[in-house]
């Protein structure tokens, strides 16, 4: 079955600290996988996107993920937080035929 | 591009009255979507578009809810009549067949059902 699984629902880092959101994925041939952003009252913003070849893919914002085949995983990092990433952050496969399975959602809170 | 456009941002009705939410796609995207967001069942996809053409509304929850895009520049969200349980965030987004599949969402609508 095609699923995307996003471990943790909540996290708070500090503000200039290191940052990693999980994401897993179920699906029988290469993903194409995607990471979106959603702040308070708006709509999802497109960070970055993963077709294939290079498993480290850079985004906008200064975010970047890698694709790990062998663990079904595509996990989003930032090297140094910043206050305006508060956010909430959604991991998304492209099932086929246009459609899209997102994962729940990893709420992100910075502290000052 | 402006992006895409959603109207009303924010709707407030009483039960049973009739909701229409309005999408304007980005210029020259050929797929439609209409995706609703809850707290409890997060992104749920109900219906989406190829060239003005639903393809896939498997997502609609049920005859209340309807939806048409009668030119490639609009699209409408219908439900009539509406329910508390319809209280949600409905977001449209828009993608291109040849851009390499990412969808470009709208703010979405607010949409509270008292």
């Known amino acids: 079955a095609q699923s995307v699984t996003q471990p943790d629902i909540h996290i708070t880092v500090s503000e200039g600290a290191s940052l990693e959101l999980r994401c897993n994925y179920s699906?029988?041939?290469?993903?194409?996988l995607f990471w979106y952003v959603q702040s308070p009252g708006q709509g999802l913003q497109l960070l970055l996107k993963?077709?294939?070849?290079?498993?480290l893919v850079q985004g906008i914002k200064g975010f970047e993920a890698e694709f790990k085949r062998s663990q079904s995983s595509f996990n989003l990092r930032k090297p140094s937080v910043h206050w305006s990433d508060a956010a909430e952050y959604f991991c998304?496969?492209?099932?086929?035929?246009?459609?899209?399975?997102f994962g729940t959602g990893t709420r992100l809170k910075v502290l000052a | 591009d402006a992006g895409v456009i959603q109207s009303p941002r924010h709707e407030v009705t009483e039960m049973g009255q009739e909701v229409t939410l309005r999408c304007k796609p980005i210029?020259?995207?050929?797929?439609l979507f209409w995706y609703r967001q809850t707290m409890m069942r997060g992104l749920e996809l109900l219906i989406y578009?190829?060239?003005?053409?639903?393809?896939?509304d498997s997502g609609m929850p049920e005859d209340r809810f309807s939806a048409k895009m009668p030119n490639a520049s609009f699209s409408t969200l219908k439900i009539q009549p509406s329910e508390p349980r319809d209280s949600a965030v409905y977001f449209c987004?828009?993608?291109?067949?040849?851009?390499?599949?990412?969808?470009?969402f709208g703010p979405g609508t607010r949409l509270t059902v008292t």
């Open positions: 987004a828009s993608s291109r067949s040849s851009g390499g599949f990412e969808q470009y």
């Open positions: 699906y029988g041939a290469t993903p194409y």
């Open positions: 993963y077709f294939s070849g290079d498993t």
């Open positions: 998304a496969l492209y099932s086929g035929t246009y459609k899209y399975i």
């Open positions: 210029s020259g995207h050929d797929y």
């Open positions: 578009f190829n060239n003005n053409v639903p393809i896939d």
